[in-house]
């Protein structure tokens, strides 16, 4: 395809039409004015651009996905919108079930063809995986559109960046996810969660649950991770948790919140290109260019804090951004979009699964008293808890707990949908992938799906993750690309053994505080977000506390 794609390419048609038109009206002016009945010079010009654009047009359309494609044996819906675009404004239901559905249309069928030129091709099953995301996984990078979207919010920092820069990057910021780090911060977590606790019984007492014991969960969920992210990536004490807002807060809540129209502006981005969508007479553009410059403009002080903090303070904390400072290899706006992509990933991801749990928490109140009983036994209420205590000791060894945390990760990853664009000529397990292809991977999907998860697969079982009374890591699954929420290889997520260790604490302070059932209709619950998934309509939550 390489060839095909450089020959019929935009730059290249129009190139060989201005030669052509140069050659013709020159030396064979008269013969096409005769032929084609034409009288200028400009008509003869105009028809010979419009003729090259045509021809591609039908080699693109019809010739090369019939004849020449390498996919063109693939099954598949092969639709002119494709599912993935789809997926992402559905109204009736969760995106991710489109794809479920479509499986069940193409059984045994482990790569289709979603759009009609073959432009687009979804992996089903776990074989393709290896390829894609370890051993290949720079053949294939995030779809231009798509990164245009996400740069603005996330920066150039880990998620975004390709190649070698994204090797220089991990391997730079590896230790602060390391094991032994991540075990001296479950002190912090576990104070970060009783806080928010606490927090919940004054909004009981003389808050927004005062008359109704009811909250919306959603909204202090997204609070305390980013007071967590806030020390372990930069330091520093946002306390959202004390505070009536927050500048940060608003700004992502307004960015990141699941409106129809934001989702619109989204599908619209990835579609066509944030460029064109910007020329449009929009109010979201201008919505948008606010939000994401005054995002920007608050880390700048932060960035410059800490480097203060660091020369004057002799600084030894060991948060990400001091590590990244401390290593002297970056200027200050790269240190920006660094700082971007862990207050973003590092709190909304959390913020997501932990309101989900919640919600399935609500649903299966049996699993709300075992939880309830672990956690009492293994953290009673008069237990002192202080900076000695081998929290990760304690916590990480219990079934059930880890079991909901996975099984709530398993079915509501917090990205449901991830893309990938060849950028040369590969292949998958064995099936070619031409250049400029997009591999799509439906983590709901490849979570969820029968075929690997058993008939049960849509329900929600933590014992899944219970082996004779022990967590196991695998969830009965016979491979570990059966469950891709954090994916694998150099681009998996970074930071999932942090993100588990804050779901624990949050967990086992939410469940030895509180009992708690679902205080809004379960219709109302659907999954929506343009990057991850949330309550649509938020979580309202009718909290009973179980100290008198």
Known sequence: MGIAAQIFSLPSLTLVAAVESSLITKFYADYFSRLLNLNTHPEIIAVIFFANYAFAALFWGLIYPKLFSPLRHLHGPRNFISLAHRSLVVKDGP???????????????EILSLTAFDHQVLVTKPRMLADL?????????????????????????????????????RKNTMPAFS?????????????????????????????????????????????????????????????MLKKAGDPILDIYEQLLEPAPEKLAFAMSSIAFGLPFVRLLPWKMNTLFKYLTTALSEVCMPMIQEKKDAIINSKDDHFDVLSLL????????PQLRDQLLTFLAAGHETTSSALSWACYLLSKYPEYQDKLRDEIS???????????STDLAGILEPLPYLN??????????PTVPLTMRQAVRDSNLAGQPIPKGVVVVLSLWQMNR??????????EFRPERWITSGKPNSNGGANSNYEFLTFLHGPRSCI?????????????????????????????EILPRGAITIKPSNGLLLKLKPLRV
Not at 95 to 109: A, H, N, R, S, V
Not at 141 to 156: A, Q
Not at 185 to 199: D, E, G, N, P, Q
Not at 449 to 458: E, I, N, Q, V
């Open 179 to 239: 094991f032994r780090h991540i075990k001296n911060l479950y002190h912090m977590m576990w104070t970060k969660s009783v806080i928010m606790s606490s927090a919940l019984e004054e909004a009981l007492e003389s808050g927004e649950g005062k008359d109704t014991k009811v909250v919306n969960l959603a909204n202090w969920t997204s609070r305390v991770t980013l007071d967590i992210i806030g020390v372990a990536g930069m330091g520093r004490e946002f306390n």
């Open 403 to 412: 079991g909901i945390m996975n099984e709530t990760l398993r079915l509501y």
């Open 495 to 523: 930071g999932q053994g942090f993100a588990k260790a804050e779901m624990r604490c949050l967990l086992a302070s939410m469940t030895r505080t509180f009992s708690w059932e679902l205080a809004m209709d379960e219709k």
């Open 377 to 387: 036994q293994a953290l009673p209420y008069d237990m002192e808890i202080d900076k």
């Open 133 to 169: 995301l370890v051993h290949k996984p720079y053949d294939f990078i995030k779809p231009p559109k798509i990164s245009g979207l996400l740069r603005h919010i996330l920066g150039d920092g880990l998620i975004m960046v390709e190649g070698d820069q994204h090797k220089f990057l």
């Open 325 to 332: 400072i401390k290593s002297g290899n970056f200027t200050n």
């Open 95 to 109: 995106g991710g079930d489109l794809f479920l559905d479509l499986i069940k249309k193409y059984p045994g069928q």
């Open 449 to 458: 799906s029968p075929d690997l998860w058993g008939p049960d697969a849509g």
